[in-house]
């Protein structure tokens, strides 16, 4: 054996990549003008692939495994090359490694609010949060249409387009799903499935696939939510006559409140009654003129009414313009209406107030004049 396959011997290529980022999906196999010996050791390892350019044209692409580089397993390079069987000179081959593992926790969201219409609310704002994972199915075309000639090239280089696909998509779902917006959280594993489905297609063009999207969050604007928590607030309080009442109760409880001050009134003015009531019964009670006659009770309170009509409320009206309402046929026995202290709507002819609203009827009009 001579020197020289000796030295061909010893002076083997080894064609490898190792990655330590967790984020590089492309990196190209650097080597002084891409020669690349005859016989050369490519590993591939799991989660890789190694894809050949040569002379700016789309050669092999090699899965996982150890492969020699020769004529026999480079069929496409060999086609290319016009080798003849035996040939030992290098070759000059660009190699790129590219990561088909799956890169997952990658963030997406609306930058501006999507306008849609609720069924419950009316027109609303909405904003979606929420995130993904990419994953490299076509090594050979995600080189060709992503890539190019970048040595090196980042998940952050990618996911920028790939987040505004998602966003166009889920704000087309959200839009014409026709799902009230309470109801939405409670639907987000099958709108994140429906995006995902949506953008396949086009992420497939790039040689990607989208295996993983969810729906974190879809939250209203503040002013909304404001809003919502004050019409919470109220349905929890119940009855508003009675909360007033239990929380006027509390606060006399409270030390260092005006609850103290409330409640020392109410004790003198209970220490008063009872030395006048001690001063009739009492020795001097012969001598004591007659109390005076005690005050009038306050007049009732006029109740106000709310009239509920095809999901939105009307009023106040008094009870007077709820009667001038029922003679002209806009109020009914059927009217749902609410006032406070009242328990819940209730339809008008229910209500003792105002069932006599419609039980007031004219009497028969008088027979005509005779005639002649």
Do not use: C
């Not at 004529?71 to 000059?92: E, Y």
């Not at 280089?157 to 109801?183: C, H, K, M, T, Y």
């Amino acid at each position: 054996m001579g020197i020289f396959d000796f030295l061909s011997g010893q002076f083997i290529d080894v064609i490898e990549w190792t990655d330590d980022t967790r984020d590089t999906l492309v990196w190209r196999f650097e080597r002084e003008g891409h020669e690349i010996k005859y016989g050369a050791k490519l590993t591939v390892r799991e989660g890789q692939a190694a894809v050949f350019v040569h002379e700016g044209q789309l050669a092999d692409v090699f899965t996982p495994g150890l492969y020699m580089l020769e004529t026999n397993n480079m069929p496409i390079m060999t086609s290319l090359q016009h080798w003849d069987h035996g040939f030992r000179s290098p070759f000059k081959s660009e190699v790129y490694f590219v990561s088909t593992a799956r890169f997952t926790d990658l963030k997406w969201g609306t930058k501006n609010p999507i306008m849609l219409r609720d069924p419950e609310y009316g027109p609303l704002r909405l904003r979606a949060f929420g995130t993904y994972a990419i994953r490299v199915t076509d090594p050979g075309l995600f080189l060709t249409e992503i890539v190019g000639t970048d040595g090196e090239f980042t998940r952050d280089e990618i996911s920028f387009q790939i987040r505004n696909i998602i966003v166009q998509e889920a704000s087309r779902a959200l839009a014409s799903s026709g799902l009230p917006a309470l109801d939405m959280a409670a639907n987000t594993a099958d709108l994140g499935k429906l995006v995902a489905d949506a953008i396949s297609g086009t992420v497939a063009a790039y040689g990607l696939s989208i295996p993983e999207l969810y729906i974190e969050n879809i939250s209203l604007p503040p002013a909304v939510e404001k809003a919502l928590d004050a019409r919470t607030s109220r349905g929890i309080a119940g009855n508003l006559d009675d909360h007033m009442k239990w929380k006027a109760a509390e606060a006399m409880g409270k030390p260092g409140t005006t609850g103290d001050a409330m409640g020392a009134g109410m004790g003198a003015g209970i220490g008063m009654a009872m030395g006048q009531a001690m001063g009739q019964s009492g020795p001097w009670g012969a001598r004591r003129a007659q109390p005076a006659a005690a005050a009038p009770p306050p007049p009732p309170v006029e109740h106000v009414w709310h009239i509920a009509e095809n999901g939105q409320t009307q009023g106040p009206f008094s009870k007077a313009r709820l009667g001038r309402m029922a003679t002209e046929g806009q109020l009914t026995r059927e009217t749902l209406v609410w006032t406070a202290g009242q328990d819940g709507w209730k339809h008008a002819g229910d209500v003792t107030e105002l069932a006599q609203l419609f039980t007031i009827m004219p009497p028969p009009p008088p027979p005509p004049p005779p005639a002649g």
